[in-house]
Structure formats: structure tokens, C-alpha cells
């Protein structure tokens, strides 16, 4: 899926791998010419009350739509994105 505006982005594909201890999926990050970007394990992070928390515990649904992708973080929405796991 296309992740951006009309000034650039980038094609983001991501499969869910596990529920515990936290939402985690698999991504890949795709420059606008097709090229791998970044690729590895992601976390969903959702800000509230001023913090972050990883949620887990129910199955990850599929992701339907990606906001932006900032060279580390793929935002999903206002509340809620992807952060790299286990790895800088």
C-alpha cells in the first residue's frame, strides 16, 4: 500500500507474526522506485494519556491503511503506529 502524498511517500507491506507479548509484524518498506528501504520486525505503539503502550493479547488484524513513513516509524494514524523491534 502507498504511504504518502502527491510530494512522495513510500509502498509499505506488512504481515502480522504474533499477539504476545506485544502486536508484532513483519514490514517492508519500499522506496517510490521499488527498492527495499527498511524490512524487519515492527510493534504497534499507541499513544495515550501522553505515553506509549503496546498493546497485545488479541490477534493483529491486517493493516488496511499506512499514513507516512518517516525512515523509522510507519504512522498508521494520529494515535497509533509501528515502531521498529529488536533492532536500532
Known amino acids: 500500500m502507498w504511504a504518502g502524498g502527491a510530494d512522495g511517500g513510500a509502498w509499505i507491506q506488512c504481515k502480522p507474526v504474533a499477539k504476545e507479548p506485544h502486536l508484532h509484524y513483519d514490514c517492508t518498506v519500499y522506496f517510490e522506485s521499488g ?14 494519556s501522553g505515553k506509549d503502550e503496546f498493546p497485545g493479547g488479541y490477534w493483529p488484524p491486517e493493516i488496511r491503511s499506512f499514513n507516512s513513513f518517516d525512515g523509522r ?3 498508521l494514524s494520529e494515535t497509533r503506529r509501528l515502531v521498529p523491534y529488536g533492532r536500532e
Open 35 to 48: 527498492s527495499v528501504w527498511v524490512s524487519g520486525g515492527f510493534v504497534v505503539a499507541e499513544r495515550k
Open 73 to 75: 516509524t510507519i504512522y
